[in-house]
């Protein structure tokens, strides 16, 4: 009876950690599929300037969300310095 309360009691709990790299990844997909719309779109109409612009657009929103303490943190010292 001990090893059931130790398993039950004893056992770590989910952390949201892994929905929240779910999560990330799920809209770095997103945004990767719309980025490649986009710039398929462009390609057809032979604007490498859309095309350029759509890809640095979208991996500037990438490393946001990949690296969203450091750019909030950038953002907390901009105010700060305002």
């Not at 599929?33 to 612009?53: D, H, P, Q, S, T």
Request: aromatic letters at 14%; glycine letters at 10%; hydrophobic letters at 60%.
């Amino acid at each position: 009876m001990d090893f059931m309360n130790f398993f039950i009691l004893g056992a770590d709990l989910p952390t949201l950690g892994g929905v929240k790299g779910w999560a990330s990844d799920v809209v770095i997909q997103f945004i990767t599929i719309v980025v490649m719309f986009i710039a398929a779109k462009n390609l057809m109409k032979l604007k490498m300037g859309g095309i350029i612009f759509v890809c640095c657009i979208g991996s500037a929103v990438t490393w946001v969300i990949k690296h969203w303490s450091e750019f909030s943190g950038w953002i907390n010292a901009l105010m700060e310095k305002l």
